[in-house]
């Protein structure tokens, strides 16, 4: 069965603490490995899609790497506007590019 | 670029009642849109996907006849919450496919009393 594995489920760091958020996937037939940032009550906010092991991407304090059995999203320095839930996604394959979610890491970044 | 808009952003209604919300690509056509639901604390569950002129494909226990869902044109997708009960009230968002990305509206928060 195919799954995607978001740990940890929360995290709280302090302002200017870096750490890394994990994905974990089990697909067969990957087409691309999606982040997405979701602030709450609102609707996901795209980051970063990739889709080969050794394919990294960066956009301001957010880095995102993928191996052919998980992603991490490194987060250096982080700022409390940085809060929020961090969704990672994977395309199976499928002809439609039906995306598979996992449960999300919320962030917590305290001043 | 790549921005997708929802409308309502949040509606309540009485229970027996129907629900249109409405999805629009604002800057790109899109051949394929997906209609998620997301429940407190939850992640996204895929209800369907909608294809520009061609049936919607409904996700395994989504109940065709209760979401319906029509893709008019390729920058329109609308969601009909039919004979809507308390049980349906959630927060329902829609994405819009470019290339391999999908990009997510800002959610339409439904109230069933």
């Known amino acids: 069965e195919d799954q995607v594995t978001q740990s940890p489920e929360a995290l709280r760091l302090q302002e200017g603490e870096s750490s890394s958020l994990n994905c974990s996937y089990t697909v067969s037939g990957l ?12 609707g996901p906010e795209f980051l970063f899609t990739l889709y080969s092991a050794g394919e990294e991407k ?30 990672c996604a994977v395309n199976y394959g499928g002809s439609q590019g039906n995306l598979i979610f996992g449960k999300g890491t919320k962030l917590s970044v305290k001043p | 670029g790549a921005v997708v808009s929802q409308h309502p ?8 009642t129907s629900v249109k919300i409405e999805c ?5 056509q899109a051949t394929t849109m997906f209609w998620y639901r997301q429940f407190p604390k939850q992640s996204l569950m895929l209800m369907a996907t909608s294809n520009e002129g061609s049936k919607a494909t409904y996700e395994q226990g989504v109940e065709k006849d209760k979401f319906l869902i029509n893709h008019a044109s390729l920058t329109l997708s609308t969601l009909t919450v039919t004979s809507a009960h308390p ?22 928060r439904l109230l069933v009393l």
């Open chain 2, 9 to 16: 952003s949040w509606v309540i209604c009485k229970s027996g």
């Open chain 2, 87 to 108: 049980e349906d009230s959630s927060f329902y968002i829609c994405s819009a496919r470019t290339g391999e990305t999908q990009y997510f509206g800002p959610g339409t």
């Open chain 1, 58 to 87: 960066e956009k301001e304090r957010l880095k995102a790497t993928l191996t052919k059995k998980e992603s991490f999203l490194h987060i250096t320095a982080p700022k409390p506007e940085d809060s929020a839930t961090y969704l």
């Open chain 1, 31 to 42: 087409r691309g490995l999606f982040w997405y940032r979701q602030d709450p009550g609102k």
């Open chain 2, 24 to 28: 629009r690509s604002l800057d790109f």
